[in-house]
């Protein structure tokens, strides 16, 4: 899943698994794994 932010800054939730659920929760860890990931980037 990519996840976009208002100042366009771009990652990527490697293992959400969207078919077949009703929804998905991001959750704080995989917005902070997001960003530390893709620190020092862009």
Do not use: H, P, R
């Not at 208002?6 to 929760?25: I, Q, R, S, T, W």
Request: hydrophobic share 35%; glycine share 12%; proline share 0%.
């Amino acid at each position: 899943m990519l996840l976009v932010d208002e100042d366009g800054d771009e990652c990527v939730v490697a293992e959400a698994k969207l078919c077949g659920d009703d929804g998905y929760v991001i959750t704080d860890d995989d917005l902070l794994a997001c960003q530390s990931e893709t620190s020092g980037e862009g």
